[in-house]
């Protein structure tokens, strides 16, 4: 009887379960591109909402750095669709991690990268070019863009290498003599951003010194092959060589600003010329990638072995969102990039047949279906490269000060703090001499264990 009742709705909710499997896309197709963004941005959100720590806006589980970058993405998704539906949930998550208007916030400030805070900031300056909404009383986008860069130009570190950023803040951090690509590049970025937005040269000289910088390091050879690493101990000259995605396009996305800013200068072109050349490498042709015909974006180094980690799933969101939006600030670019984030985001979209509501995204998108994996870093992946295909359709390039752009400028912004100075581990008392020493290890050991853990779970 029951049965019988309740039948025809089982069936019908089977059909319709049916014909909302997987994602139809079409690139060439803006509309079909919308919809298969907002499917692709629901599920991620699925995994935002559901979180351990969603009491603390802005703060993922285990990671604090991929809120900011998973903002940035939907600050981009928001522009390119108009579709507005997480803009509070972003502001909220914004806002309450901005810390001394800076994205240093007390509770994590102690165990963070330089990478980890410059995307936040990459997130902000997205949010200033975009005149993405900011809420009365609160900072201006641009203004907490600004906080980072003045919490970080501080750290520039010439103590060994002549200059550079460490990757780790604090000397008790694994990491601190590591100089890499990322924190490097992801500054150069922002700078770079900071000078088209404010047409303020100080951000632009700070721009080519930190490139200037690296190109006397292994972070960016003259072969246009950046290093993942190197260290303080070899005064610059080691390298950890893995190849990842958006350690190129950090450099190329600051480099296609300053191109702009310079109104057309031919030494960022090089640059642009060069690392989308040798970029080349992450659209794989071999039986290792099922045969891929060197047309999907493709974590080299992680993907075929199946060691990619929750950071390492989001890059391809970077890599095709940025070189995207390098194409309506660098003319001739287009033809560079685009067809090959077309083709990918076909494969991507391809993979989008996962789990009960069959629209959960893979990993390696050359497999073009699911891998069966499914995370808010797969998700966050796919809307960066749909985003990519539908810049062309929106294609309006990032508003400045002098163009349209709203959020207001503060050259001070961040610099109240006590964020640049080293954090108290303990307080010694006299008399308490003795055991100090004794108790700093102790501190510093747990805080070793945190941080490994930190750096593992990102
Ligand atoms: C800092 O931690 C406290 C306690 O868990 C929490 O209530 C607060 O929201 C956190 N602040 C940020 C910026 O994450
Ligand atoms: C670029 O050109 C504009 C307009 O001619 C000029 O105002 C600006 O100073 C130039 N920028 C640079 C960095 O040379
Ligand atoms: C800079 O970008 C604008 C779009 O905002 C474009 O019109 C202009 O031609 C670009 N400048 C150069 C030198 O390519
Ligand atoms: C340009 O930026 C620098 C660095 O933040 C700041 O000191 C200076 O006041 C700014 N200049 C203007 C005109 O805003
Ligand atoms: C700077 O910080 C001090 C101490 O926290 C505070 O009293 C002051 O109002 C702050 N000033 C600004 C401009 O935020």
């Known amino acids: 009887m029951i049965l019988s009742k309740w039948l025809p709705a089982l069936l019908g909710g089977a059909l319709a379960a049916q014909c909302a499997l997987a994602i139809t896309l079409n690139v060439d197709d803006e509309n079909s591109l919308k919809s298969a963004a907002k499917t692709v941005a629901v599920d991620m959100m699925n995994y935002y909402n559901d979180r351990e720590s969603k009491a603390i806006p802005g703060k993922l589980d285990g990671t604090w750095w991929e809120g900011g970058s998973m903002f940035m993405i939907l600050i981009q998704y928001w522009f390119l669709t108009g579709d507005s539906q997480f803009n509070s949930a972003v502001q909220d998550g914004m806002y309450w991690q901005q810390g001394d208007d800076n994205f240093f916030p007390a509770n994590y400030s102690q165990y963070l990268g330089n990478d980890d805070q410059v995307f936040w900031g990459l997130a902000a300056i997205t949010a200033a070019e975009l005149n993405y909404p900011e809420r009365s009383g609160q900072p201006s986008w641009v203004s907490l863009a600004q906080g980072v860069f003045n919490t970080q130009v501080p750290r520039w570190d010439t103590s060994s290498c002549h200059g550079g950023m460490r990757w780790q803040i604090w000397p008790y951090q694994p990491g601190y003599t590591t100089k890499n690509a990322i924190s490097n590049g992801g500054l150069f970025q922002l700078a770079a951003r900071l000078a088209l937005y404010t047409n303020n040269a100080t951000y632009a000289t700070w721009a080519e010194r930190i490139w200037d910088w690296s190109a006397s390091t292994p972070l960016l050879r003259k072969t246009w092959v950046i290093a993942d690493t190197t260290s303080s101990e070899s005064q610059c000259t080691d390298h950890g060589d893995y190849q990842w995605s958006y350690n190129y396009a950090t450099y190329i996305s600051g480099a296609a600003y300053m191109y702009n800013y310079t109104n057309g200068t031919q030494k960022w072109l090089e640059g642009i010329d060069g690392l989308v050349g040798t970029s080349s490498q992450f659209y794989p042709t071999s039986s290792t990638f099922g045969n891929a015909n060197g047309n999907i974006l493709s974590e080299i180094t992680c993907e075929p072995i199946l060691k990619c980690d929750r950071n390492q799933v989001t890059f391809k969101a970077y890599f095709s969102s940025w070189l995207a939006f390098m194409t309506l600030i660098v003319p001739g670019t287009s033809d560079l990039v685009m067809p090959k984030l077309k083709t990918s985001a076909t494969a991507a979209a391809l993979t989008c047949t996962g789990l009960s509501d069959g629209s959960h995204c893979g990993t390696k998108w050359y497999t073009q279906s699911w891998d069966g994996t499914d995370s808010l870093e797969n998700q966050m992946a796919v809307l960066g490269v749909l985003n990519a295909n539908l810049v062309p359709f929106k294609n309006k390039a990032p508003f400045t000060a002098d163009t ?25 008392r006299t008399g308490d001499r003795a055991g100090a020493g004794i108790l700093t290890v102790v501190f510093v050991t747990g805080w070793a264990v945190a941080i490994t853990w930190m750096v593992r779970g990102g």
């Open 404 to 428: 349209g752009g709203t959020s207001k400028s503060n050259p001070s912004a961040g610099t109240n703090s006590s964020d640049v100075e080293a954090p108290q581990l303990n307080t010694v």
